[in-house]
T-cell receptor, first 112, second 114 residues
Framework: GQNIDQPTEMTATEGAIVQINCTYQTSGFNGLFWYQQHAGEAPTFLSYNVLDGLEEKGRFSSFLSRSKGYSYLLLKELQMKDSASYLCAVVNRGSTLGRLYFGRGTQLTVWP | DAMVIQNPRYQVTQFGKPVTLSCSQTLNHNVMYWYQQKSSQAPKLLFHYYDKDFNNEADTPDNFQSRRPNTSFCFLDIRSPGLGDAAMYLC?????????????FGPGTRLLVL
């Protein structure tokens, strides 16, 4: 089976840096997605990591360690609009569909 | 802008009364998915279409059906909604199947069952 774990809630202040962790146990891991979901809205794609290391996209960076079954999403210079749920999702090798296995999401609240 | 559209955004139905949720896409993607997401839970895949080929998840109740009359549209039919079916229903698309294909989500339809 698949087991994806991430913290339920986090809080931070504007301008700060926050790291949202995701650990996974899955058979035949291929890659890991991060999505952002504002309340009542659709998840939107943030990043996809296949190789070990850090990938940076503006204020958001995503890190993957395949050997440790671990990823994190790093948000810099936090803004109020970053308050949202952040979902990690893994996809396995050999999956014809490319089925996503989602974690429950981390609800991030950014305070002024 | 190319996008995934879901209507309605909010749907109220009565216990046992059939309801249909709709999804359309302007991305011309081959694959369309339906997910169910309950409060504070991960999205759960119900089924997907690869072109016209329907693929049901093993644990999706028979109460849930889907239709894809053409590339752009996909419908979710709930034949006899129960109180436990109240949830957010998310439609998503991807260009193709396979690991690494990004899924693009619609805004969701929140279903309330009275």
């Amino acid at each position: 089976g698949q087991n994806i774990d991430q913290p339920t809630e986090m809080t931070a202040t504007e301008g700060a840096i926050v790291q949202i962790n995701c650990t996974y146990q899955t058979s035949g891991f291929n890659g890991l997605f991060w999505y952002q979901q504002h309340a009542g809205e659709a998840p939107t794609f943030l990043s996809y990591n296949v190789l070990d290391g850090l990938e940076e996209k503006g204020r958001f960076s995503s890190f993957l360690s395949r050997s440790k079954g671990y990823s994190y999403l790093l948000l810099k210079e936090l803004q109020m609009k970053d308050s949202a749920s952040y979902l990690c999702a893994v996809v396995n090798r050999g999956s014809t569909l490319g089925r996503l296995y989602f974690g429950r999401g981390t609800q991030l609240t950014v305070w002024p | 802008d190319a996008m995934v559209i879901q209507n309605p955004r909010y749907q109220v139905t009565q216990f046992g009364k059939p309801v249909t949720l709709s999804c359309s896409q302007t991305l011309n993607h081959n694959v369309m998915y339906w997910y169910q997401q309950k409060s504070s839970q991960a999205p759960k895949l119900l089924f997907h279409y690869y072109d016209k080929d329907f693929n049901n998840e093993a644990d999706t109740p028979d109460n849930f059906q889907s239709r894809r009359p053409n590339t752009s549209f996909c419908f979710l039919d709930i034949r006899s909604p129960g109180l436990g079916d109240a949830a957010m229903y998310l439609c998503a698309t991807s260009r193709d199947r396979g690991a690494g294909e990004t899924q693009y989500f619609g805004p969701g339809t929140r279903l309330l069952v009275l």
